[in-house]
């Protein structure tokens, strides 16, 4: 087709043409397992550091740059140093690289995912308070609704790469959205903070005012309480006596009697029930800090079989334990006055 069209164009057209037609012919011999490498390498500004990540020795990546540049004809990185920086035309060739390769390895997991047969494992990752104090007392009931389907989880505060690291799915707290990934809010009611202490101090404090609570050992971060305190008409100044940076540990410290605390209602919501921490004040706040909850994944997984089971049983789960938290009020009838004879 090519040739019979170039057949019928002036001289240079067709030396055009036939540059064209070998510059795409190049391009379709370039060597796919050196964009991964580019990739990290752009990322991380640095050869050594791109080596680990990909988990290759420094000088195959160094000697994978170095064929792309030559095949391509023109340099992708100034070197500074030990740092390598991006040029112009590397900027260029990153941007269409990049969604390339992410489409790429939605298709390798999905195509996995696909392939793991009847007893399949989801790899998920997750804050380690959100684990510790709501998934794991529920895992039961995961494992009588789907007892052939296995959650593998990690319990990180680390942001994690999910392609990179091969995880299907993370339930993330935060506001979103995450590049390359699909997000769900997991649940739509506001999900409020409230002081909460052990039942010796529930004791001590129950029905006292909150400016009683002032004077108690208090956990967890300073601003929060000063919102709290705020919220019940105080302006306090308050010194925290342990700061965490996980919501469970705080709780676990408020369950040891160490203090007081003010927390999800949702990852506390156990303990509430089984007596382990007791709320000392009907006052509950939203603290703008406190995200909501997203079942975050790549796009090519939304219509998983195994991730949309975790996504009706984690709704399910979560409004069930709404629900028990705030059961809705009885309706009382009125007694009528039986009618005079």
């Not at 390498?41 to 000088?59: F, I, P």
């Not at 219509?303 to 975790?310: F, K, M, T, Y």
């Amino acid at each position: 087709m090519l040739v019979s069209i170039g057949a019928q164009l002036p001289g240079w057209n067709r030396i055009v043409l036939h540059c064209l037609v070998s510059y795409a012919y190049q391009m379709a011999r370039l060597h796919l397992q050196a964009l991964p490498a580019f990739r990290a390498v752009a990322k991380a500004q640095n050869l050594r550091a791109a080596a680990e990540t990909l988990h290759l020795t420094h000088s195959a990546v160094s000697q994978q740059i170095r064929g792309l540049e030559e095949q391509l004809g023109f340099n992708l990185f100034d070197r500074r140093g030990r740092r390598v920086v991006l040029n112009a035309a590397g900027e260029a060739l990153l941007r269409s690289v990049e969604p390339a390769l992410a489409q790429l390895d939605d298709g390798v997991q999905a195509a996995a995912a696909a392939a793991s047969g009847a007893e399949q494992r989801l790899r998920v990752t997750m804050l380690p308070s959100f684990a510790q104090r709501w998934l794991l007392p529920r895992m039961g009931s995961w494992r009588e609704r789907h007892p052939h389907l296995a959650l593998e989880i990690e319990a990180t505060p680390q942001l994690i790469d999910l392609q990179r690291e091969g995880f299907h799915v993370a339930i993330r707290q935060g506001k979103g959205p995450w590049a390359g990934l699909s997000s769900e809010r997991l649940f739509d009611m506001p999900m409020p903070l409230v002081a909460v202490g052990s039942p010796a101090a529930a004791r001590r404090l129950m029905g006292a005012p909150p400016e009683v609570l002032a004077r108690e050992p208090l956990l967890g971060d300073s601003d929060v309480w000063e919102r709290w305190f705020e919220a019940a008409g105080l302006q306090i100044r308050v010194t925290p006596v342990a700061v965490f940076n996980d919501a469970g540990l705080m709780l676990q410290a408020a369950e040891q009697n160490l203090g007081l605390a003010v927390g999800r209602e949702l990852l506390a919501a156990d303990a509430l029930r089984d007596g382990r921490l007791v709320k000392l004040s009907p006052l509950s706040i939203i603290h703008e800090g406190a995200h909501p909850y997203y079942l975050v994944y790549p796009p090519a997984l939304r219509d998983w079989p195994p991730l949309d089971a975790l996504r009706q049983w984690l709704r399910d789960e979560l409004e069930s334990s709404m629900r028990a938290l705030h059961p809705p009020a009885k309706k009382t009838r009125a007694r009528t006055k039986p009618a005079g004879r």
